[in-house]
Nanobody, 127 residues
Framework: HVQLVESGGGSVQVGGSLRLSCVAS????????MGWFRQIPDKEREGVAT???????SYADSVKGRFTISLDNSKRTMFLQMNGLKPDDTAMYYCAAGHGTIATLTCRLRRSVDFGYWGQGTQVTVS
């Protein structure tokens, strides 16, 4: 089984920062594509950022230059550092692990259908 648990969300002012964490129950981190997604009610889930075990990253245009995805393989943990937060960043944020071994080019597409394991989500509110 693969279980993912997110934490670090909260309510911040415009321009503020948050760091989200995702802890995996098994070593998906370090082996597979990992990513952060976000969603608001009744909207499509958006791929925010992904990272491969080799450190190849991909970001949505809306967060480039503001968000940074990273891994700590020894702790089975993925992070999302979010700076310069905007009201449009308000959403439920989910960490996810890809189906099996996803190729780098597929991982970079940040598509939810390519991810088979999901955390429960952590809320980020920017106002």
């Amino acid at each position: 089984h693969v279980q993912l648990v997110e934490s670090g969300g909260g309510s911040v002012q415009v321009g503020g920062s948050l760091r989200l964490s995702c802890v995996a129950s098994v070593d998906t981190i370090g082996r597979y594509c990992m990513g952060w997604f976000r969603q608001i009610p009744d909207k499509e889930r958006e791929g925010v950022a992904t990272i491969t075990s080799g450190g190849n990253t991909s970001y949505a245009d809306s967060v480039k230059g503001r968000f940074t995805i990273s891994l700590d393989n020894s702790k089975r943990t993925m992070f999302l550092q979010m700076n310069g937060l905007k009201p449009d960043d308000t959403a439920m944020y989910y960490c996810a692990a890809g189906h099996g071994t996803i190729a780098t080019l597929t991982c970079r597409l940040r598509r939810s259908v390519d991810f088979g394991y999901w955390g429960q989500g952590t809320q980020v509110t920017v106002s």
